[in-house]
């Protein structure tokens, strides 16, 4: 399984931007798609998740409200809408993709970097 996330950019506080995730390959064997994201100097935390069967999505707390994430099947790609973006939301952003129920996070695209500005 490729993932290729794409989206990333400058926007300033309050702004909104929408990243993608497209898979590819052995779609079929995945079970949920997630975003990650590392601001500079710290780990990488966890920000949403949506499965593919039934769009059953997950939020971190700090993304609850502003962050919504949906999923086109036909087209294998996940999109993160962020609304209301502070200066904190400013990271590299990462899809990654669970292949079974119960599994880790076995695959991961390349970050798209996104920036807010005070």
């Known amino acids: 399984v490729q993932l290729q996330a794409s989206g990333g950019g400058l926007v300033q506080a309050g702004g909104s931007l929408r990243l993608s995730c497209a898979a590819s390959g052995r779609t079929f064997s995945t079970y949920a798609m997630g975003w990650f994201r590392q601001a500079p100097g710290k780990e990488r935390v966890f920000v949403a998740r949506i499965t593919w069967s039934d769009g059953r999505q997950y939020y971190a707390d700090s993304v609850k409200g502003r962050f919504t994430i949906s999923r086109d099947n036909a087209k294998n790609t996940v999109y993160p809408q962020m609304n209301s973006l502070k200066p904190e939301d400013t990271a590299v952003y990462y899809c990654?993709?669970?292949?079974?129920?119960?599994?880790?996070?076995?695959?991961w695209g390349q970050g798209t970097l996104v920036t807010v500005s005070s």
């Open positions: 990654a993709a669970i292949s079974s129920l119960g599994s880790t996070y076995d695959y």
